[in-house]
C-alpha cells in the first residue's frame, strides 16, 4: 500500500480546503483509511477515518468516524474507482492548523477507539501542510 497526502494549502478562518489521500493496493483490500494531523509541538492527533470496503468501524454500524472537535465541520470519502479517500474541511480555523497526514490498516473490527489510534496504522502518507490565518 502507498498513500500520498495532498490538498493542503493557506486558507482564511471560515474557509474550506479538500485533502485527497491518493492510495494503491487498496483496490481489493478490506482496508481503513485515517487522517492524522499535527499541529507544532503537539502529538499526532486522530481527524477521521473511513473503511475502505463499506465494513462498519463503530459499534453503531457506521462506516466512518470522526474526532469531535472536527465532527460537522470535515467530510470524510472515498473512491474506490480512483482510489481516492478525501477530507472535505470547512469553516476552517487556526487552531485546524497542521501538517496532515492520511494513513491505513487492515480492517480488523469494529471499534472507533480501535482506529483512532496512530499506533495501529502500518501506512502512512507524507504530510500536507494546512494553515489557516486569523
Known amino acids: 500500500v502507498q498513500l500520498q497526502a495532498s490538498g493542503g494549502g493557506l486558507v482564511q478562518a471560515g474557509g474550506s480546503l479538500r485533502l485527497s489521500c491518493a492510495a494503491s493496493g487498496l483496490t481489493s483490500s478490506n482496508c481503513v483509511v485515517g487522517w492524522f494531523r499535527q499541529a507544532p509541538g503537539k502529538e499526532r492527533a486522530f481527524v477521521a477515518a473511513?473503511?475502505?470496503?463499506?465494513?462498519?468501524?463503530?459499534?453503531?454500524?457506521?462506516?466512518?468516524y470522526y474526532a469531535d472537535s472536527v465532527k460537522g465541520r470535515f467530510t470524510i470519502s472515498r473512491d474506490n474507482t480512483e482510489p481516492t479517500v478525501y477530507l472535505q474541511m470547512n469553516s476552517l480555523n487556526p487552531e485546524d492548523t497542521a501538517v496532515y497526514y492520511c494513513?491505513?490498516?487492515?480492517?480488523?473490527?469494529?471499534?472507533?477507539?480501535?482506529?483512532?489510534?496512530?499506533?495501529?496504522?502500518?501506512?502512512w502518507g507524507q504530510g500536507t501542510l494546512v494553515t489557516v490565518s486569523s
Open positions: 494513513a491505513a490498516r487492515r480492517f480488523d473490527y469494529s471499534s472507533s477507539y480501535y482506529y483512532s489510534r496512530s499506533s495501529r496504522y502500518d501506512y
Open positions: 473511513i473503511s475502505w470496503s463499506g465494513s462498519a468501524i463503530t459499534w453503531g454500524g457506521s462506516t466512518t
